[in-house]
């Protein structure tokens, strides 16, 4: 029988209230270190790697203003400076000071120290049965509150996905794939009016991407999808695909299309089952041997 939505509810609530007690969210002296754990979470975030304000923001999902007043009272402590990016004047970068790294190794382990006596009192299956279901609910509640965003083709991040995109199918074709000028061809097709490049978001790092461009009157095209083979399993890839279907739509486009390879059995599948259809030949792409549509609402 499935879960009705209220049971669904109460039994994450429930949990939530269980884990946040026995971790110790509530305290105002979180791990005895004389700080709420909000001022303990940004510096642990910070102590990962010298980071941009923005960035830290993004992965601690906090506003501007809580965030500021975090990074002052950790300044205050001396535990975190501030900085202008070289590169890029109007970024700030914050990084741990000496006492701050000091400060941090401490957090760590104590967190570290908690955690195994959480588990303590388990015996070894048990544990091993809590490690694996908190590793499914995490990748879960990643993919519930992945999110999409646009970027041209020349960020870093795209490049990235890109670049491991193409390395992927070159491995799955039989003879290889040459992707040519990909670069000045992503700029051409997705940085215009015409077109856009999406990176999907899971937690702090990109996990995948895709693009469109209009090839004909009121139709577009997805290209370069990709997700991450760690993050197979989630259901992303079909986000992915209806968050490029919607972004078509809304540039006015009544029906899109695609191409892909006999050797993409799972990719395939997944367009058949959100509704594409096969058509005949529209584009001279050598290595594309099935080529779909789907009209839009």
């Not at 992945?146 to 990235?160: N, V, W, Y």
Request: glycine share 10%.
């Amino acid at each position: 029988m499935r879960t009705s939505n209220a049971e669904a509810v109460d039994t994450l609530r429930r949990f939530s209230r269980l884990f946040t007690a026995k971790i110790g969210v509530l305290d105002e002296d979180f791990l005895g270190r004389d700080r709420p754990l909000g001022e303990s979470r940004t510096l642990f975030e910070i102590g990962r790697g010298t980071a941009a304000v923005t960035d830290l923001r993004d992965r601690l999902g906090l506003d501007s203003g809580y965030l500021s007043r975090l990074l002052r009272q950790l300044e205050s402590a001396g535990l975190v400076v501030t900085s202008a990016d070289p590169e890029d004047g109007r970024r700030r970068l914050v990084s741990l000071t000496a006492a701050g790294q000091a400060e941090w190794t401490v957090l760590d382990g104590l967190s570290n120290r908690r955690i195994e006596g959480l588990m303590e009192p388990l015996g070894a299956r048990q544990a091993a049965r809590l490690v694996a279901l908190v590793a499914e609910g995490h990748d879960l509640i990643a993919a519930a509150t992945a999110t999409f965003t646009r970027a041209p083709s020349s960020d870093p991040e795209a490049i990235r996905a890109m670049s491991a995109y193409f390395d992927e199918i070159d491995r799955v074709f039989p003879d290889g794939f040459d992707p040519g000028d990909w670069r000045a061809e992503s700029a051409a097709a997705f940085d215009g009016e015409n077109g856009a490049f999406v990176l999907l978001h899971l937690a702090d790092r990109v996990v995948g991407c895709g693009g469109w461009q209009t090839i004909d009157t009121g139709v577009g095209e997805i290209k370069r999808m990709w997700l991450d083979p760690a993050a197979r399993g989630l259901g992303l890839g079909r986000r992915l695909l209806a968050d490029l279907e919607d972004r078509v739509a809304e540039h006015g486009h009544r029906a899109v299309r695609l191409d892909t390879n006999e050797n993409l059995g799972p990719a395939i599948a997944m367009y058949e089952a959100a509704g594409y259809r096969r058509v005949p030949r529209y584009n001279d792409n050598p290595y594309a041997t099935h080529f779909f549509e789907k009209h839009l609402v």
